[in-house]
């Protein structure tokens, strides 16, 4: 059930999340288009975040009946962008904020192959344009994302595939080489340090890593020592991450993942990130 209450991200951290975003192509594609429809309504990097919380209700609904809770997820956002922080919105503001979010769903879930008709979520998508297509303002952002799409094919080549719900599939031919030395120093086991390399590219936010280092601690893997995660994190894979920020987000959840709740939006995402970790750590210490 996806939570009533919004609350904007507040400036400073939606330009963190944003320098992290732009690394991705879709985000960059989606980023324009966007910011035309954003007045007084969700930036493009909330609605990012607010469609990635939509993807995990879709991974915990059954794939078979996926697309016929379209119209209850857009009632369930309605509902939740009724308000912005504390700032009453009419029903067409909402419904706009809905059409933004489900939209962007849309085209994460457009990504999942190269030939729409081998497309795994074919009918998701098909049921989120059908309840979309009333909304006014889709048609201009489905125009201004295809153009905005070929520019980028044009200057960059092919957006790349990946399924936002499905498992990412993990073979030895995709796990990263790391020397000797560089496992040693990171105090971790080779298979760890893959799975933090697979895990690296979800991290949308710094605090996201909170996920990764609440899983190794659990596990015994590291000590309980912020700052040297944090600059075992910046060693390895080149990502400098602030301890001060990251332990302020450790107290703000709790040490104990079962604790979390999924009530707050940023440890809502952090548990389906906590679940990714867990599940890709069982598959390569499976290898």
């Not at 209450?5 to 992290?20: D, G, P, S």
């Not at 915990?60 to 504390?86: G, P």
């Not at 709740?261 to 995402?269: A, C, K, L, M, T």
Request: charged letters at 30%; a negative charge; one cysteine or more.
């Amino acid at each position: 059930m996806i939570d009533e209450q919004f609350k904007h991200i507040v400036r400073q951290k939606q330009e963190r999340i944003k320098r992290k975003l732009y690394e991705d192509p879709l985000f960059r594609v989606l980023y324009m288009p966007l910011w035309y429809q954003c007045n007084n309504d969700l930036s493009p990097v909330e609605t990012w975040q607010e469609a990635l919380m939509v993807i995990g209700e879709l991974k915990a609904t059954e794939s078979d009946i996926r697309h016929l809770e379209i119209a209850s997820i857009m009632e369930q956002l309605k509902e939740r962008y009724s308000c912005f922080d504390q700032h009453e919105r009419s029903e067409d503001e909402a419904i706009h904020s809905s059409m933004l979010v489900m939209a962007t769903v849309m085209f994460m879930l457009g990504g999942a192959s190269e030939v729409w008709m081998e497309n795994p979520h074919r009918k998701l998508c098909r049921s989120i344009s059908e309840v979309l297509s009333r909304v006014e303002g889709y048609k201009q952002l489905c125009s201004d994302v295809k153009t905005s799409e070929q520019r980028t094919v044009d200057d960059e080549g092919p957006l790349p595939v990946r399924d936002f719900i499905g498992e990412e599939k993990v073979s030895i031919g995709e796990l990263p080489h790391f020397d000797v030395d560089i496992v040693e120093r990171s105090g971790l086991k080779l298979h760890v340090l893959q799975a933090i390399y697979l895990m690296k590219d979800r991290m949308t936010a710094d605090n996201d890593w909170i996920s990764i280092y609440a899983v190794l601690l659990d596990r015994h893997d590291i000590v309980k020592t912020m700052t040297s995660f944090c600059s075992m994190i910046n060693d390895v894979f080149g990502i400098p991450l602030n301890s001060r920020y990251m332990s302020a987000t450790l107290r703000d959840h709790g040490e104990d993942i079962e604790k979390w709740s999924d009530v707050y939006d940023d440890q809502r995402r952090h548990l389906s990130l906590v679940k990714e970790f867990r599940k890709l750590l069982g598959k390569l210490e499976r290898k």
